[in-house]
């Protein structure tokens, strides 16, 4: 027999823990995705005088690692200088550049402190435009579909991962166990079934969670390099990424997933581990879990909301609390439903009568912490309750409650129909059966909550979307092939200049646009009729009109007669006192 594990290794351990856990707290902050709000100059207008720096404003900080702005003139040559400074706590980047006049092209590539990349690219002109069409420039188009479909898949599996760790668990020691005690079948085949298939499934789980983690780093690096995966994976680009506000973050979590590996093989293996009894590795794994959900919870959207010190907080405990819910339940579908069926039928439903109201009184508690949390970081993350319906974020998010709410209904019917139901069964009736196809029906359910939430990770949150409608109005719609550039400058009542620019494949102004139409119309009221901007062409495929307006909401449909003709609408608004809104 194994000596007793001492004292202090148990206390070296629960130090490990906590040590990652302030490391993860302290680590650069994290961003939701970076809006670029204002440049200086503005896109597609000219300047009379030239400027020493082109300047980009963001909506929250941004990292330049991997990064680059880059100033090209007519002919293609780089004519940025120096290296990129940044301002106002890294929201604003300068770069020093020689610009004597014409035509000039900005391409642009940063990565959000939460380690999205953004990118983009806008011209403008010193004095007038070149007489001359500008070079073409290779733009900026981010990772490709593989990688962002990877790494969506990685996100997936990485949560799914963590909540079979913990939900095996879990169901194990609150569930599982007592139930078994308490129906008088801690020696029967049933309990030897689920321990032997739990003691190989949750080592699998572990090495999952743990491939899964390093994966991220590669797909990071392929995602905010636009490197492919084969090169994203060399250690001079992993390295790189680890220097960033992510990475920092990321190997406090590599350093809480291998610490879980610690209490997984204590609880799985015949001899133990180190001699330390369950209890022990139960604090570990607690600990350990409590640490890594942080340290997720560190490098997403939380620490960029008005209130970090509660949003961080707040999705580590709704990603525990989740973990403990779908992780339990589905635990107990897979390996539960398997064990019981070794039980004779006269045993079965005292069994399920055990577990049933067990597994209900652990998943209320669970899912009353999800809704919670779940609310308040909605809260953080949206600008308003329309953002459910009006953004790509919120449709994700909404699609999540409905699926949440069919989860509750399962809930529902597990916690107050199926226990009577078992309570009057006959030994050989069917409501175990019945209870093992509703509890898969919900942890299928669940599973698309699961996927949708790794949606959401990838998506600008509303709040983001809203700095961005406080900006000026700086808009842009996909139209066939083309992609049309809407820019108001001052974006405020009164005199403005309107830029309308079409933008070919190649990222330039579309050459084989030589006239477009537009209309104007107010959005709601009974507004009078408003005169058609007149649009002179200046550039290739850039026009500019004049505007003079009031406070309120407009709608513009541009067209330009091609072979097929291009046509899309823009709708802004104008606020007195203040900038316009997109």
Known sequence: MRPPLRPGVARVLAGTALVLAIMVSTAGPASAHAVLLRTDPSPQTTVKTPPSAVRLDFSEAVEVAFGAVRVFDVDGKRVDKGTIQTAQGRRQLVVPASLPGGTYTVTWRVVSADGHPVHGGFQFYVGAPSTISAVAVAGDRGAGRLVGWGYGV???????????????????????????????????????RFRTRLNRTLPWAWRLLLLAWLLTLVFQAASISGLGLAESARPSVLVDVLRTGFGRSWLAGLGFTLLIGLPVAGLTRPGGLFGARPQTWLSVMTASAAGLALASASIGHARTESHPGLGVPSVTVHLLAVSTWVGSLAALAVLGGSAWSAVPLEDRNRLLRQLVPRFSRLALGAVAVVVATGTLNAVLDLA???????????????????LLAVALGFGAWHLWVVPRRLAGADPGSGPGRSFRRSSTAEVVVLAGVVAFASALVALVPGRSLALLARGPVNQEQRAGSYTVQLFMDPSAPGPNELHVTFVDPNGLGAADVTSVTATLAAVGGAAPALPAPALRLISAGHFVGNLDLPAGAYRLDVRAPTVPPIATTFQFKLRAGGPAGG
Do not use: E, Q
């Not at 194990?172 to 085949?189: I, K, M, N, Y």
């Open 384 to 402: 308003s309750v329309s953002d459910l319906w009006h953004t790509t974020y919120g449709r994700v998010l909404s699609t999540k409650i409905i």
């Open 154 to 192: 990685v996100r997936f599996t990485w949560y799914a991962a963590l909540l079979a760790v913990i939900g095996l668990v879990v169901v194990r020691r609150f569930v599982w166990t007592p139930a078994l005690r308490a129906a008088g079948l801690a020696g029967s085949p049933a309990a030897d």
